[in-house]
């Protein structure tokens, strides 16, 4: 299991290879999913954090907080205790940004 905060960072740089910015509510909703495809696919949870259901949908907290200060659009990547991503969940979680990195955050 990893820290939020460290898939999100895989999220934005990925994001960043494209040209892109994702805004923090896209963001947010990359990171529940890929830990939902996680639970279902592996049986195990992907991330450590508590997620709460939100007015706008699942907030992990953590994540929220580490990126808020950078606005709605996040530019940058936050400071974590990392280790690195296996190549499994890294295939994982390239297939979420492919299938959902360009989908509206709309309710």
Known sequence: MYDARQIAN???????????????????KLVYIAHGW??????SPLITNK???WKYGPV?????NAFRGQGIDVRHTVNTEDRQINPT?????SAIYRIYGRMSVAK
Request: charged share 25%; aromatic share 8%.
């Open 89 to 93: 969940d890294t295939q994982l979680l």
């Open 38 to 43: 996680h639970l279902e696919m592996r049986n």
């Open 10 to 28: 895989w999220f934005v740089e990925r994001a960043q290879q494209d040209g892109r910015v994702l805004s923090i509510m896209s963001l947010l």
């Open 60 to 64: 992990i907290p953590d994540v929220y």
């Open 51 to 53: 997620i709460e259901a």
